[in-house]
């Protein structure tokens, strides 16, 4: 908000705001639009097997799915000679926490994953108090592959691909976020990826999309897709077992495919 905006009546500030109300209910129908879209791309199998350095060892890109069948993976800029992770993704990472619970009751697992020792991985952790899945893939190709790290030479002798264009870039990790099925064979699927702003809103827009809408807005009646996060039944996102608020013990119907 400006530090000085216009004092006006009521009935001038009313118009205003039905004005700019129109313009918000047309941007919330072209969201839907391109929610509809993103879920409706279509799927490439991943065929080369990425290997990542995790707490338990090594694992496979398969093996972050955990028992869900979607994968949310962020792109988390921090590099091999960094001594701490980007204050962006940083701030991203805060800001996703507290979704994860839901969206682990509706079929997704979350992943970070940077090109630096997982040693600096896990110290940066604890000193942000942060407690998800968070990988190394330093040495492998997978940071290279999706088009968020460079290396030295390629940035120096001209532009490098990233968001899906080439651009000029100085410096050696861009951020970006991913999205993976698994099917029940444990077969890999890529269907996304977006960079820049694009992946600044995808997880509350998957967020976003999960409730029930009508043509006016949000139906207030949550129940059916999240709970406080202390009272999931099961423990998908690590929280304590407990009863839903609705006392009923059922588990949330619905979801979104990526």
């Known amino acids: ?50 290997v990542f350095e995790a707490q338990q060892g090594k694992v496979g890109l398969a093996d972050l799915f955990g028992s869900q069948r979607k994968l949310i993976l962020q792109h988390f800029m921090f590099g091999p000679d960094w001594t701490e992770g980007c204050p962006g993704c940083s701030f991203g990472a805060d800001a996703t926490l507290g979704m994860l619970m839901h969206l682990a009751h509706h079929g997704y697992a979350f992943v970070a994953v940077s090109r630096t020792p997982l040693a600096k991985i896990e110290a940066f952790k604890r000193r942000m108090g942060w407690t998800f ?31 899906y264009r080439p651009l000029k870039l100085t410096i050696d990790e861009m951020p970006g976020l991913s999205l993976f099925e698994k099917d029940e064979d444990g077969e ?13 809103q995808l997880v509350a827009s998957l967020c976003y999309d999960l409730k029930e809408r009508g043509a006016d807005g949000p139906v207030y009646d949550l129940g059916e897709w999240v709970r406080h996060h202390d ?28």
């Open 133 to 163: 899945n968070w990988v190394s893939s330093l040495g492998s190709d997978f940071n290279f592959d999706f088009n968020v790290s460079f290396n030295k030479e390629d940035l120096a002798n001209g532009p490098v691909m990233y968001n």
């Open 231 to 258: 009272r999931y039944k099961d423990t998908a996102a690590g929280g304590r077992e407990a009863d839903c608020c609705c006392g009923t013990g059922n588990s949330l119907k619905g979801g979104v495919s990526s």
């Open 188 to 200: 890999v699927y890529y269907t996304y990826s977006g960079y820049g702003a694009e992946s600044e």
């Open 1 to 50: 908000m400006p530090e000085k905006s216009r004092v006006v009546s009521h009935e001038v500030w009313l118009a205003s705001r039905l004005r700019l109300l129109a313009k918000e209910r047309e941007l919330t129908r072209l969201t839907d639009k391109v929610n509809d879209e993103r879920r409706n791309l279509p799927r490439v199998r991943m065929q080369k097997p990425y």
